[in-house]
């Protein structure tokens, strides 16, 4: 068939951003070569996770560029800084989509093994909500990922993971940047982990928090009032509908709850406080850890192991926030708190995570009851 | 409840980009003032539709500023200009998401009736599909807007429109943009529209037009292979799966399809040349036509007209594709097609598309049969 439409009228053809620049370009050796346009530029920058590869050379049609050592295969964030200004590079359309800072990201591909890469396995779908929510007094997303073998008119009815993003991202970091959907598809396919549904809510109950950028951290009214909002809204209004529209069972073994960083905390704050609820919690590279834990965690004690299958603490060696992990570690323990401690390496990022939820959905609603 | 942890230890709250900057800040008689911190600029340019403000004035504290006159309530792209180079606006979470051009959205909130604003009424679930394309030779998503009253056990069988994006948009552009969804939310609450699935399709079947940046779409031979397997996928992937998945009706009479700039052209090619498919064709700002229409659509005439309800065609006064577009619209008419013909104000735009598809979906599956 060749009666095709094909010539293109389209004005903006014509303009100076018709010039095609590749950026990033991943060669067969991990290398990577970034590039950026900036003719009146003085000095460029390259930040990118997992390379300390940073000033860039100017060429002489005005292209700035840096290649790097062979990076190992990940998916990495990176910007640029020119003249001091970072900026997401504009040759490349696979961002770090994030509320405060949003980066770009180059994906240095590796083997089908490795959890994150797309390999052709069924997948499942994720589902976009958006309801009107009383306790946050906003309108509320959550995403929903059912797996490839969900049929919502099935006899059975499948657990639920609702999995917590941190803080200055939005509802879709863990699909996004942390690939969750993928992880599970090839976990599901592998047969390693159990088929389950992923509820992915936007974690923030008080927005204010959050529109008052990294400074919203330091206030402390907003951010308290904003956990407690958040754990109003995710048991009253969002498990309700979670369970109501799908094929979920309402039984707490078959509910985990896990995070990461901010909602590290979040699981740890809910899921501790709420043994009814949730009977399997992860906590990833924990942030906003209060050093009083008895305050956090006022009720906790042994009782609590018969209850618990999994608690499951993981952070970074070279993250800032290895010592308050640490130490909440070492305060469950004294109160006789089963607990599995997974100190790994790496730092506060997306690189870790992934890995940490690749090692925890496995884990999760096994039969341990 | 007060035992709450609350003291947040992360180290880049004490980066630079911890001082938190307003950018947009809309006014309440609609002025916008935009604010970029680059103390090492010499220019800083505002580019935003619906005004005509430019320069921006640098601060002492380093900080770039430009307040526009009052704008009509829209949502409205922009970027900066740096020195000349293209960046979004770094304090602003609202991005234009495209494949080859991000740029940032200001909406100025207008009334309730406006078909873009997110309301108190039932909100409609967008589901976001992944399989692998055999024709496309890769990873094809698709997403699928189901509206508020969707019950996949119910009898009825809901109307499906299939609806396409512009080149260089990704296949979230109708709904993280245009705000398809949002629109049909609306309309379905004030009983304009009839409940309809949405299914929005990535509009590339041969991914290396994209890869190539603008100058794909001179690449004569990538576009033509482009579009005759994108129309192979949709007609033989992409409908099957979503009258397998969803409880939709298989009916001609029952199928509609639409799209914008690129997508307006891949709406007409593919729903002309196969009326047993479709009965309702929408074409907003359709580029990529060939003037040469006798190639294009070889076998239409005037027994089409029983079987098209409505061929819909639209495009803004101030696009620069109005003429082509009123030329093919003089050619179907002397070909005795029946059609409506829309021309409006406006540019190449969603400020104008959003309106569009306002204005179409109420007339879709309505009793014409």
Request: aromatic share 8%.
């Amino acid at each position: 068939m060749s009666n095709l439409p094909v010539v293109l009228a389209l004005s903006v053809v014509t303009s100076a951003s018709a010039q095609t620049l590749v950026s990033p370009e991943v060669h067969a050796d991990g290398g990577v070569t970034f590039r950026l346009r900036a003719p009146n530029a003085k000095e460029v920058l390259l930040r990118c996770e997992g390379t300390k590869a940073g000033p860039m050379q100017k060429g002489k049609d005005g292209v700035w560029s840096v290649t790097t050592e062979p990076m190992k295969p990940d998916i990495y964030a990176y910007s640029f800084q020119v003249d001091g200004l970072r900026m997401i590079d504009p040759a490349n359309p696979l961002l770090k989509y994030n509320l405060l800072n949003t980066d770009s990201q180059v994906h240095v591909p590796g083997p089908a093994t490795l959890p994150w890469e797309i390999n052709n396995v069924p997948h499942g779908v994720v589902h976009r909500h958006l309801y009107h929510s009383a306790i946050v007094g906003d309108d509320c997303p959550f995403l929903v990922y059912t797996p490839p073998a969900y049929d919502p008119a099935a006899k059975e009815s499948y657990p639920v993971l609702y999995l917590l993003h941190g803080y200055s991202d939005a509802e879709d970091a863990w699909v996004s940047v942390g690939r969750a959907n993928i992880i599970l598809d090839n976990l599901i396919a592998q047969g390693r982990a159990k088929p389950m549904l992923i509820v992915m809510p936007l974690g923030y109950g008080n927005k204010e928090v959050i529109a008052n950028g990294w400074a919203g951290l330091r206030k402390t009214g907003v951010w308290q009032d904003s956990i407690e909002k958040f754990r109003a809204a995710l048991l009253q209004e969002v498990i309700p509908q979670v369970e109501k529209v799908y094929r979920v069972s309402a039984d707490r073994n078959d509910r985990a709850i896990a995070g990461l960083s901010m909602g590290g905390t979040q699981s740890l704050f809910i899921g501790l406080n709420a043994p009814d609820r949730f009977a399997w919690i992860g906590a990833f590279s924990s942030g906003g850890l209060d050093a009083n834990f008895e305050k956090a965690y006022p009720a906790i004690n042994e009782s609590i192991n018969a209850r618990l299958h999994l608690l499951w603490i993981a952070c970074g060696q070279q993250d800032g926030l290895i010592g308050l992990n640490q130490k909440l570690v070492d305060w469950l323990k004294s109160k006789g708190i089963k607990l599995t401690w997974v100190p790994t390496s790496g730092t506060h990022s997306f690189t870790v995570w992934r890995r940490y939820l690749a090692e925890l959905a496995p884990l999760l609603f096994q039969d341990k009851r």
